[in-house]
């Protein structure tokens, strides 16, 4: 069975710095896609970046960035120039990439606080 | 489109009794997934449907626990004779299914305590 492990249960940044949180998974399947995932406080879960398994290059958007180490089952989230409006749970999620299998495995999160 | 709902918000009741929640995904999503989220945790899966089949369920789904999505478009989840263990936020997507890695959007949950 896949499992996902998010290490950090909170992580505290300040406005404009630059935080990384970590995320390391079990599987194996060679084919797959990793997932971050940001829930805001009594809000809906919003996808923030993905990962394909078999791209080496690590996904970019805007000021989310991913360290995809796939020897290492390591997939970190960075954010820059941090917002407060960043202020969030992440989850890491996996999910396998074979037939039909679609369900997302997901890590228990990191909350996220900004400060001023 | 206004995105994934879910009815209701909030559900409050009494052990043993049954209830009924409702989502409706995004509309031409093939696929509409459950989740539950207990406190600290993150979502778990529970079941996904491919248009009007249900193709995956998860050893978390008692007997108790039934999902119908009856003409592909909105899904239903009832919990039979609840129990305080089912207290949770529930939580469900949709997606296109075109591919392994598409997006799954997420609804603002139904958050059930049991007491």
């Known amino acids: 069975a896949q499992t996902v492990t998010q290490s950090q249960p909170e992580m505290s940044v300040q406005e404009a710095e630059t935080v990384t949180l970590s995320c390391t998974y079990d599987?194996?399947?060679?084919?797959?896609?990793l997932f971050w995932y940001k829930q805001p406080p009594s809000r809906q879960m919003i996808l923030v970046i993905r990962q394909e398994a078999y791209k080496q290059q690590n996904a970019t958007e805007n000021r989310f960035s991913v360290n995809f180490q796939k020897a290492a089952k390591s997939f970190s989230l960075k954010i820059s120039d941090s917002q407060l409006g960043d202020a969030a749970m992440y989850f890491c999620?996996?999910?396998?990439?074979?037939?039909?299998?679609?369900?997302?495995?997901f890590g228990t999160g990191t909350r996220l606080q900004v400060t001023l | 489109d206004t995105g994934v709902s879910q009815d209701p918000r909030h559900k409050i009741t009494k052990r043993g009794q049954n209830v009924t929640f409702r989502c409706d995904p995004i509309?031409?999503?093939?696929?509409l997934y459950w989740y539950r989220q207990t406190l600290g945790q993150g979502p778990e899966f529970l079941t996904y449907?491919?248009?009007?089949?249900?193709?995956?369920k998860s050893r978390l789904l008692s007997d108790r626990f039934s999902a119908e999505r009856p003409k592909g478009s909105f899904s239903t989840l009832e919990i039979q004779r609840t129990e305080q263990g089912d207290s949770a936020m529930y939580l469900c997507?949709?997606?296109?299914?075109?591919?392994?890695?598409?997006?799954?959007?997420f609804g603002p949950g139904t958050r059930l305590t049991v007491t």
């Open positions: 999620a996996y999910r396998r990439d074979t037939g039909t299998a679609s369900k997302l495995t």
């Open positions: 449907f491919q248009n009007e089949a249900q193709l995956e």
């Open positions: 599987t194996s399947e060679s084919d797959y896609y």
């Open positions: 997507a949709s997606s296109v299914g075109q591919t392994g890695g598409d997006e799954q959007y």
């Open positions: 509309s031409e999503h093939n696929r």
